[in-house]
């Protein structure tokens, strides 16, 4: 059974910092990756997803990559906001269309 | 484009209840997913649809959660009896079938079982 790991679970960084989220991965046998955001009381919007077949994936300000053979992933945050303040969740789907979520990472930029 | 509509928003209620969780999918998604999350055991998938026919609902805590999708547009989650164990946030989600299309969020409904 896929588990999926975050660290750290929180974080607080001043605004302008560049921070990096890990996620890490027990079953590499993964269809792909996706980085969420959640605000408080809302849903995930998605942030970024990397096939199993990329290496890793960018849009504006942040950057995911994919070390599948190692289990890991990173989303990467440059110039942080106080706008950013918010969970991360990583999550993995397997080829039968089952997602694995890890707890999150709760960020907190300062301005 | 709408995005996936869930309803109630907020539900409260007593133990015993019948609760009924509705859900709109986005149009043209093949792939609909109920998930719970609280802050003991995070997210986690309860039940997935794939072209209105559930695939594995092995998520699903026990008989008195059922899942229906009478059609491409809308899908109830139910829990009967409720209880209190039952409080979390429910989210559904939607996507296209088996591709790496992301899966979009609803904004969840916050069931409360006093």
């Known amino acids: 059974k896929q588990e999926v790991t975050q660290i750290p679970a929180a974080l607080s960084v001043p605004e302008g910092e560049n921070l990096v989220l890990n996620c890490s991965f027990t079953?590499?046998?993964?269809?792909?990756l996706q980085w969420f955001r959640q605000d408080p009381g809302k849903g995930l919007t998605s942030l970024l997803l990397?096939?199993?077949?990329?290496r890793e994936q960018t849009s504006g300000r942040l950057n995911a990559s994919l070390d599948k053979s190692s289990g890991r992933s990173t989303l990467y945050i440059a110039a942080s906001q106080p706008g950013d303040s918010a969970t991360y969740l990583c999550a993995v789907k397997d080829n039968n269309n089952d997602m694995r979520f890890g707890a999150g990472t709760r960020l907190t930029v300062k301005p | 484009d709408a995005g996936v509509i869930q309803s109630p928003r907020h539900e409260v209620t007593e133990m015993g209840q019948e609760v009924t969780l509705r859900c709109k999918p986005i149009?043209?998604?093949?792939?609909l997913f109920w998930y719970r999350q609280t802050m003991m055991r995070g997210l986690e998938l309860l039940i997935y649809?794939?072209?209105?026919?559930?695939?594995?609902d092995s998520g699903m805590p026990e008989d008195r959660f059922s899942a229906k999708m009478p059609n491409a547009s809308f899908s109830t989650l139910k829990i009967q009896p409720s209880e209190p164990r039952d409080s979390a946030v429910y989210f559904c989600?939607?996507?296209?079938?088996?591709?790496?299309?992301?899966?979009?969020f609803g904004d969840g409904t916050r069931l409360s079982i006093l």
């Open positions: 989600a939607s996507s296209p079938t088996h591709s790496n299309q992301p899966q979009h």
């Open positions: 079953d590499s046998a993964i269809y792909n």
């Open positions: 149009s043209g998604h093949n792939s």
């Open positions: 649809f794939n072209n209105n026919v559930p695939i594995d």
């Open positions: 990397i096939q199993s077949s990329q």
